[in-house]
């Protein structure tokens, strides 16, 4: 979606706002790998196609259990330290696209969801922050 232009401004711009190095290498670096890791896991778990959209079983565990949408928290994570990491102001624009494009997602998804998985999505929607939180806990 905003990968290459992400990467292609980012290159191109590098180096040319004046961040600390420990804001570049030692904040967003790490933040970069951490968010990259977290992506591509998913996509192993899931495989490409349930990554993709896919109908298949709703997954309410490992990171889903505090984020209904892991990956998408973790693709923001990647594009903002992307953006810190190369210091370059001309690829801000394009993170900007990013984020918001990755914030209205699971809007859209989320019907989906709902048609699919019915009651189990309402129960999981329930107790399951959209983006970041602790799970709530339902008293019985």
Same mark, same amino acid.
């Given at each position: 979606m905003v990968a290459g232009p992400a990467i292609w401004l980012a290159?191109?711009?590098?180096?040319h706002t004046p961040l600390p190095g420990w804001v570049r290498y030692g904040l967003a670096l790490p933040a970069f790998i951490v968010a990259n890791f977290v992506v591509w896991s998913?996509?192993?778990?899931?495989?490409?196609?349930?990554? $993709?959209?896919?109908?298949?079983?709703? %997954?309410? $565990?490992?990171?889903?259990?505090? $984020?209904?949408?892991?990956?998408?928290?973790?693709?923001?994570?990647?594009?903002? $330290?992307?953006?810190?990491?190369?210091?370059?102001?001309? %690829?801000?624009? %394009?993170?900007?696209?990013?984020? %918001?494009t990755l914030l209205l997602a699971p809007f859209a998804e989320e019907k989906w969801l709902q048609e699919?998985?019915?009651?189990?999505?309402?129960?999981?929607?329930?107790?399951?922050?959209?983006?970041l939180g602790m799970p709530v806990k339902r008293s019985k």
């Open positions: 290159v191109s711009g590098w180096g998913a996509v192993v778990r899931f495989g490409f196609d349930k990554t $993709s959209g896919a109908s298949g079983k709703l %997954v309410t $565990s490992g990171l889903y259990r505090y $984020s209904r949408n892991p990956q998408y928290v973790a693709d923001i994570l990647m594009l903002l $330290s992307w953006g810190l990491l190369s210091a370059s102001h001309s %690829v801000w624009s %394009v993170i900007g696209i990013g984020i %918001v699919a998985h019915g009651e189990q999505f309402t129960d999981y929607s329930r107790r399951t922050p959209r983006f």
